[in-house]
């Protein structure tokens, strides 16, 4: 249990601090007498190097080690090898990093980098993390909680993304980069069993139809029992029922002139997730069940959520330094759920909901490449409309229905520049800067009805708690300012100052019956952020640092404030807050000989808020709780280590991967409440068989080997219509797997 990792944390964490961080001192004129000692290395250990990565954090492909941002990048064979099947485990490789699966849900994601994120997956509300699959941005974190499956690799940007990724990128950006189109002859088959019944299929494939016209496709289906039941009806709880599909067309037309169409679709049918009870019912004086993974419901296990876009993308190199690139794409997704918020047999506190959501985007970018300057522009235009109800049905008595719904509709343009001039052979600097205006109107309603209703039943309100239309415009301009100083050829130095920010909105759970001021505007919220960080490679690149020390001064941050009054729950959405976060990152892969390969990470974020005030509904009055606050799904302290060995044998080649990831005490909400959760170290361990002729592959995984007790999300509403309602989530428990795979 997480309450018994006293001397986990006290050992883990001082001893990452002290090889990263010491390393992370060095001066980098130690740079050249390291490779001078290299030079005295044995063979074996000189043929031993780190591998390039190459990297799209600024629109245009790079070495990692030559871009002035903190990002980290994992590569198709390092998901598979290291039994990465979901998004959300990325979070175990990139430091100060938070991605989880919401509360209630299966694949809508909660993400936060470095303090910064968005609790509340409402539609309306927006993420502070951009998601993006290839250069398509997902305006809306249901579906974000992707399954890995044609993947070529996963980048996380820490930090305000705001000049080249605009809006809502404030706290940093992951890009879900899939497998290119090359016009080879390609099939690869996996099949994947394991306990709680998994059994996961996948086949991609892609082949040139003529010369100049490539034609890709990859399908996948996830299937697993529940880690629970629900225990009043026998449904599964915490299962797993997906499939996914992509398509993909590029054609070249002239040397210089490119077509890509890509398609997928997502339709996940598990079950709805049922909350586990930290406190006996009130109502039923049911006791909360054994296992975490068990609840009990007076709803349909019913569940659904479809997401699926296109893309089209247009490449021309007018000559060897200029290229023009038009990105036109569309996405959707529809959810159809239900939450049982106090997880008993009774129908009271149920909430079926039903999201949708569609969003059309165009950019233009302009890239140039010349011998002292580079540089990305562009234009950006998004229109996206999400609407959804939800109802909340109390059972006192009589027993009624409060039904929150409405529409948002936004329009969004944006112009961008971003260059970087090499001012010497050593020194260079980085100006850009992007201009937003976003559109909003929304439409809000939250009607009160007699019995049990669903969203979208036909009815007739018997109370009108909120009515309302609102329009507002929200403008911003994001600068970056930076500088890059090679000191030799493996280490650089670099230093930026960048702003972001996430544009304001309406509360879609606005209740002027409560808070008569509910359906005015939340402003946009602002983060401008210092960074000075290094990027090296030593011993004749085999071993790699990099690190990064950030301070970040919040403004204006949105603060979601849900109180139970009088039977129901107040919602604010308010420009509450200030805060300052301030942290360091530490990265490294050494090759310590041709077969051994050891990796760590570091991240340290010091969140503290400096005012937070908001109208109390329950005591009508203004109140200040910076003193009781803390961030949420912001741990102090995050950390990794792993080992990869490579043992040669007669039959092929095997890799083997053990890692141990820390992370600290977390609380869910800002306020302080029963759910948050100790900090905890979850160990994993793999081998993947590669044949000798490259066509076979075998891989054992086991995950969360300790079967450590995760918390990750939770409803807390107290005394809410009679009831303790206080339920929580959890992460996986152990799992173990075993892939077979074929390709040629």
């Given at each position: 249990m997480a309450h018994n990792n006293k001397k986990t944390k006290t050992v883990f964490q001082p001893t990452l601090l002290a090889v990263l961080i010491g390393s992370a001192l060095i001066h980098p004129v130690m740079a050249e007498q390291a490779s001078n000692e290299a030079a005295a290395q044995t063979a074996e250990q000189e043929e031993a190097t780190l591998e390039v990565i190459q990297v799209t954090a600024r629109k245009t492909a790079e070495n990692l080690q030559q871009v002035p941002v903190a990002v980290t990048s994992i590569g198709a064979e390092d998901l598979a090898q290291r039994g990465i099947e979901n998004l959300t485990a990325v979070q175990a490789y990139s430091p100060n990093t938070t991605l989880q699966v919401s509360r209630g849900t299966n694949s809508t994601l909660t993400a936060y980098i470095r303090g910064i994120g968005q609790q509340d997956p409402l539609w309306g509300f927006e993420p502070g993390v951009g998601i993006y699959i290839d250069d398509v941005y997902m305006a809306r974190p249901q579906g974000a909680a992707m399954d890995v499956y044609d993947v070529e690799r996963i980048e996380v940007l820490r930090g305000p993304q705001g000049t080249l990724y605009g809006r809502n990128t404030i706290g940093g950006a992951v890009k879900y980069i899939t497998k290119p189109l090359?016009?080879?002859?390609?099939?690869?088959?996996?099949?994947?069993?394991?306990?709680?019944?998994?059994?996961?299929?996948?086949?991609?494939?892609?082949?040139a139809l003529t010369d100049k016209l490539f034609f890709g496709a990859a399908l996948a289906t996830l299937n697993r029992d529940g880690f629970g039941t629900y225990l009043n009806t026998g449904a599964e709880n915490y299962d797993k029922d997906i499939m996914m599909g992509r398509v993909s067309l590029q054609y070249q037309a002239t040397d210089n002139l490119r077509f890509s169409f890509a398609a997928d679709r997502t339709e996940d049918d598990s079950n709805s997730k049922g909350g586990h009870r930290l406190t006996p019912s009130l109502v039923t004086g049911d006791a909360p069940p054994e296992s975490v993974f068990d609840s009990n419901t007076s709803m349909p296990a019913d569940n659904s959520v479809v997401t699926e876009g296109q893309s089209l993308t247009i490449a021309w190199d007018i000559n060897s330094d200029w290229t023009v690139k038009s990105i036109t794409a569309k996405r959707e997704g529809v959810t159809d759920t239900n939450?049982?918020?106090?997880?008993?047999?009774?129908?009271?506190?149920?909430?079926?909901?039903?999201y949708e959501d569609e969003q059309t985007t165009q950019e233009l970018q302009l890239l140039f490449n010349g011998d002292k300057l580079t540089m990305a522009s562009g234009l950006y235009y998004f229109k996206g409309d999400a609407c959804g109800a939800f109802g909340t049905v109390l059972v006192q008595g009589l027993g009624v229905t409060t039904e929150n719904g409405g529409c948002v509709e936004t329009d969004s343009v944006a112009a961008y520049v971003q260059g970087s001039y090499q001012y010497t052979d050593k020194l260079s600097f980085t100006l850009g800067g992007r201009y937003t205006e976003d559109d909003k109107?929304?439409?809000?309603?939250?009607?009160?009805?007699?019995?049990?209703?669903?969203?979208?039943?036909?009815?007739?309100?018997?109370?009108?708690?909120?009515?309302?239309?609102?329009?507002?415009?929200?403008?911003?301009?994001?600068?970056?300012?930076?500088?890059?100083?090679?000191?030799n050829d493996n280490f650089m130095w670099y230093g930026s100052y960048t702003d972001g920010f996430k544009s304001g909105g309406f509360d879609m759970r606005g209740n002027q019956s409560i808070n008569p001021n509910a359906?005015?505007?939340?402003?946009?919220?602002?983060?401008?952020?210092?960074e000075l960080g290094f990027k090296s490679e030593w011993n004749d690149r085999t071993l790699r640092l990099n690190a990064a020390a950030f301070s970040s001064s919040y403004d204006d941050m949105q603060v979601t404030v849900q109180r139970a009054v009088n039977n129901t729950v107040a919602s604010?959405?308010?420009n509450a807050a200030s805060a300052d976060i301030r942290g360091f990152e530490v990265e490294m892969i050494s090759v310590l000989t041709n077969n051994l390969e050891l990796t760590g990470i570091l991240g340290y974020t010091d969140a503290k808020f400096n005012e937070v005030v908001f109208f109390d509904a329950a005591s009508q009055t203004n109140v200040d709780v910076s003193?009781?606050?803390?961030?949420?799904n912001t741990p102090e302290w995050t950390g990794t280590l792993g080992l990869k060995y490579t043992q040669s044998a007669g039959i092929g080649e095997i890799v083997y991967n053990v890692m141990g990831s820390y992370r600290a005490d977390t609380q869910i909400f800002e306020v302080p409440s029963v759910l948050d959760f100790g900090g905890y170290t979850i160990f994993n361990a793999g081998a993947t068989w590669y044949s000798n002729d490259g066509h076979w592959d075998l891989s054992a995984q086991v995950r969360n080997i300790g079967d450590k007790e995760t918390r990750i999300a939770g409803y807390n509403f107290p005394l809410l219509a009679g009831e303790q309602t206080i339920t929580a989530y959890y992460g996986d428990p152990r799992t173990y797997s075993l892939t077979l795979g074929y390709r040629f």
């Open positions: 090359s016009g080879d002859n390609e099939l690869s088959l996996r099949g994947t069993v394991g306990n709680y019944g998994q059994k996961d299929f996948k086949i991609a494939g892609q082949t939450i049982d918020f106090d997880a008993t047999e009774l129908p009271s506190l149920d909430v079926p909901a039903f109107d929304a439409e809000v309603y939250r009607f009160v009805y007699l019995g049990y209703k669903r969203p979208r039943d036909a009815g007739t309100p018997i109370a009108v708690q909120s009515d309302f239309e609102g329009s507002e415009t929200f403008s911003h301009f994001s600068p970056r300012v930076g500088f890059e100083y090679q000191s359906g005015d505007p939340y402003q946009e919220e602002t983060v401008d952020t210092f604010q959405v308010l003193d009781v606050w803390s961030f949420a």
